[in-house]
């Protein structure tokens, strides 16, 4: 009697670190991958943020960046409906210590 691994979807030999055979494990990780850069695309990164979500991107407190917005680090930032809107590459800037 042997112990050979069979793999969970056709029954083949399954590979010594998977569950499944070859064929079946790639496939597995070419659908990872296109799920994540269908996430990309369907969810891109914002054009600009908001307080909030800079400070999140920034991994800062909200008080860090109102201090910032007043001091002028962020360059193109505005008000807008009573919140301020920081573009994008601003918090790429800040990011890249730029």
């Not at 009697?1 to 998977?18: I, V």
């Not at 070419?30 to 850069?37: C, V």
């Amino acid at each position: 009697m042997t112990n050979e691994r069979k793999c969970k979807t056709c029954g083949g030999a399954a590979l010594p670190t998977s569950a499944h055979c070859l064929y079946h494990a790639m496939i597995g990780e070419i659908r990872e991958w296109m799920q994540g850069i269908a996430e990309d695309v369907l969810h891109p990164p914002p054009s600009e943020y908001t307080v909030r979500e800079a400070s999140e991107e920034l991994g800062v407190s909200l008080h860090t960046v109102y201090r910032w917005l007043y001091d002028g680090v962020f360059e193109n930032a505005y008000r807008m409906r009573g919140g301020w809107r920081i573009p994008r590459s601003d918090v790429q800037d800040v990011k890249e210590g730029r």
